[in-house]
């Protein structure tokens, strides 16, 4: 186990494979044979399937909200705006593999399977304390609410853009109010 | 293949696998134990694994459809009030389960998981052709604009709901403006 199979190595390959062939795919041995090593050293670092897809999903995480923080701005903004910046900043196609990885996790959540029922509802809460002090909300309870509700809408868009397509998507949102043309 | 083994008792069976157990445990030899047959005799009805889930969906779907028809009542409204009326029938616990197998469905879907990836987009297709003539939209293009739409702001709340629970999907029905309290 040399300093070429660090933990960052490993998880930059689970995250390879995640985006290529989902996380279904997702095991120590897949990874272990994408860096060239075996389990152990893969267990070593990730001890569960859980934590090794726990830190692919925070890798996904952290991608989108550098890109979502950039169209954000540095002060909070009024949820409406907020949903209004982030659209087109989801809505590129580069984005779509990882909401793919998104709802792949959230429909194994929904029918109850380990370890994504517990993985979806920690990937929410990070989502929520992430959005929560970007929005221009007073009230602690009315800015969570509305942060539950941007999740929301933005997450049936880019549902129905992962289902019916970019096409679709783009005129839900444009009759959502959410772009101009 | 006696009359107690028709294509209505098998579908039947096969929607009690897919709401105790999700779609992932439906098979042919699972609905022919259930029933008390042989696998050929399923394959005799639902020659394909794509067959059998597509009759499932449809099934599931109709159910949820006449559930709402009776919220919407007679004549097209707007697609606002559609949503308003909408969220309290699809909110009530007990359709918990059928929003589950459809999240798994997209989850497979999202993934590229085969026979899910055509049957999530022809699921989707049959909801926009059931509820297009219910909204008071004129212009047809507008129209299914407007259809899209309010898939996708259901599908959030449900989405929500699914992974954070009722409370947390009524609040952001709340502010946004579909509920009273």
């Known amino acids: 186990m040399g300093y070429r199979h660090r933990r960052e190595d490993m998880l930059a390959a689970a995250v390879d494979v995640a985006r290529a062939e989902g996380l279904s795919s997702l095991s120590f041995g897949r990874v272990?044979?994408?860096?060239?090593?075996?389990?152990?050293?893969?267990?070593?670092?990730?001890?569960?399937?859980?934590?090794?897809?726990?830190?692919?999903?925070?890798?996904?995480?952290?991608?989108?909200?550098?890109?979502?923080?950039?169209?954000?701005?540095?002060?909070?903004?009024?949820?409406?705006?907020?949903?209004?910046?982030?659209?087109?900043?989801?809505?590129?196609?580069?984005?779509?593999?990882?909401?793919a990885l998104f709802f792949e996790i959230i429909g194994l959540a929904a029918v109850g399977a380990t370890p994504y029922d517990v993985l979806a509802p920690a990937m929410l809460e990070q989502w929520l304390a992430w959005l929560e002090p970007r929005l221009a909300v007073d009230d602690p309870v009315e800015r969570r609410a509305h942060a539950l509700a941007v999740l929301a809408r933005i997450d049936?868009?880019?549902?129905?853009?992962?289902?019916?397509?970019?096409?679709?998507?783009?005129?839900?949102a444009r009759v959502s109010g959410l772009t101009d043309r």
């Open 32 to 99: 272990a044979r994408q860096v060239g090593t075996n389990d152990r050293t893969v267990v070593y670092y990730f001890p569960t399937k859980a934590d090794l897809i726990g830190a692919v999903l925070l890798t996904l995480g952290e991608e989108l909200q550098a890109l979502l923080a950039e169209a954000f701005g540095e002060q909070p903004i009024p949820p409406d705006d907020l949903v209004k910046r982030a659209w087109p900043a989801l809505a590129r196609p580069d984005s779509q593999p990882i909401f």
């Open 156 to 172: 049936g868009l880019l549902l129905l853009r992962t289902i019916a397509g970019s096409e679709a998507a783009q005129e839900a």
